[in-house]
T-cell receptor, first 117, second 114 residues
Framework: GAVVSQHPSWVICKSGTSVKIECRSL??????MFWYRQFPKQSLMLMAT?????????EQGVEKDKFLINHASLTLSTLTVTSAHPEDSSFYIC?????????????FGEGSRLTVL | AQSVTQLDSQVPVFEEAPVELRCNYS??????LFWYVQYPNQGLQLLLK??????LVKGINGFEAEFNKSQTSFHLRKPSVHISDTAEYFC????????????FGEGTQLTVNP
């Protein structure tokens, strides 16, 4: 099956700094990628939909200026958490959809755990 | 808008016992349904999906699920579980027109004990 890779898997940063998380589709081109956030023992909450070459679509309540999403190529989307604070600590997961498919099947990355001190 | 309810937050079972993880959904339009498994500190892996056709869907690792439109349910079953099935299981729904925009249930922690 298709492979989606995230980097880094773990990141610890100081409060006030910015952190970038990468999501790559390794063996297919992804016109659409999704970013989720998962708190401990909870479900995944969709943060935004990232479309290659255009602005991301953010879910209600997600600060677009805080969570910057860039989908500059068909194989890479990045999520930058700007001026991170401890409450931003979470598990961030991306997923990617192969181009032209509207069946809803997604391929998920391994996740990136962010800890803000 | 669609929603998903997983009725059990935790399901402990003994090895080789059967298991059913319950999932109900709500939507005003036709949907696609999915079950994903998540191992600790990992992403999600697709177990199975229902798009159309036969309401009984077979997936990986011996899991299967049945779509029941009248009861708006999509329960996951396995006749005999293994220790390695211990994980978090998520039911998810996508409306046919939403372009893969998934809504997840709260998750069910399956713990298989020896």
């Amino acid at each position: 099956g298709a492979v989606v890779s995230q980097h880094p898997s773990w990141v610890i940063c100081k409060s006030g700094t910015s952190v970038k998380i990468e999501c790559r589709s390794l063996d297919f081109q992804a016109t659409t990628m999704f970013w989720y956030r998962q708190f401990p023992k909870q479900s995944l909450m969709l943060m935004a939909t990232s479309n290659e070459g255009s602005k991301a679509t953010y879910e209600q309540g997600v600060e677009k200026d805080k969570f910057l999403i860039n989908h500059a190529s068909l194989t890479l989307s990045t999520l930058t958490v700007t001026s991170a604070h401890p409450e931003d600590s979470s598990f961030y997961i991306c997923s990617a959809r192969t181009g032209g498919s509207n069946t809803g099947e997604l391929f998920f990355g391994e996740g990136s755990r962010l800890t803000v001190l | 808008a669609q929603s998903v309810t997983q009725l059990d937050s935790q399901v402990p079972v003994f090895e080789e016992a059967p298991v059913e993880l319950r999932c109900n959904y709500s939507s005003s339009v036709s949907v696609y349904l999915f079950w994903y498994v998540q191992y600790p500190n990992q992403g999600l892996q697709l177990l199975l999906k229902y798009l159309s056709g036969s309401t009984l869907v077979k997936g990986i690792n011996g899991f299967e699920a049945e779509f029941n439109k009248s009861q708006t349910s999509f329960h996951l079953r396995k006749p005999s579980v293994h220790i390695s099935d211990t994980a978090e299981y998520f039911c998810a729904v996508s409306e046919e027109t939403s372009g893969s925009r998934l809504t997840f249930g709260e998750g069910t922690q399956l713990t298989v004990n020896p």
